[in-house]
């Protein structure tokens, strides 16, 4: 059995851990559709973007406020923000924005969840 995965579930509880797994799914799809951005119609990347904000921010609201806060120095209260802006339409949403976060500040968040899970 994964040790570092158990630590999760001990600490967070099983719904944090599926909730990781997900996010790192979800953080794959995102490099994917970073890659292939420039390739489509400017409205399709927008709604790519919109997406992958959607996505990973539902995965970490599902692994908990308690996860999101313990990892707040790899920006994931602001992923789960992003989340909110874009589902509630709070603000105008400013896609350049998600693809400068996906480029420059996911890979940290990937990076930690990856070691928790001990992956």
């Known amino acids: ?3 570092a995965r158990d630590r999760i579930v001990a600490t967070y509880g099983e ?5 990781m797994v997900d996010f790192l799914d979800h953080a794959q799809q995102a490099t994917w559709a970073l890659s292939e951005r420039t390739h489509v119609d400017p409205i399709a990347a927008e709604m790519m973007a919109e997406s992958i904000a959607l996505r990973l921010g539902e995965s970490l609201y599902r692994a908990g406020r308690q996860f999101v806060d313990d990892n707040k120095d790899v920006a994931l209260p602001q992923i789960v923000a992003t989340r909110n802006v874009v589902a509630h339409g709070y603000d105008s949403v400013d896609h350049q924005l998600i ?3 996906i480029e420059n500040d996911l ?3 990937v990076q930690r969840v990856q070691e928790l899970l001990g992956r």
Do not use: E, R
Not at 15 to 19: F, R
């Open 99 to 101: 693809w400068d976060a």
């Open 107 to 109: 890979p940290a968040a």
């Open 1 to 3: 059995m994964n040790q």
């Open 15 to 19: 719904k944090t851990a599926a909730a």
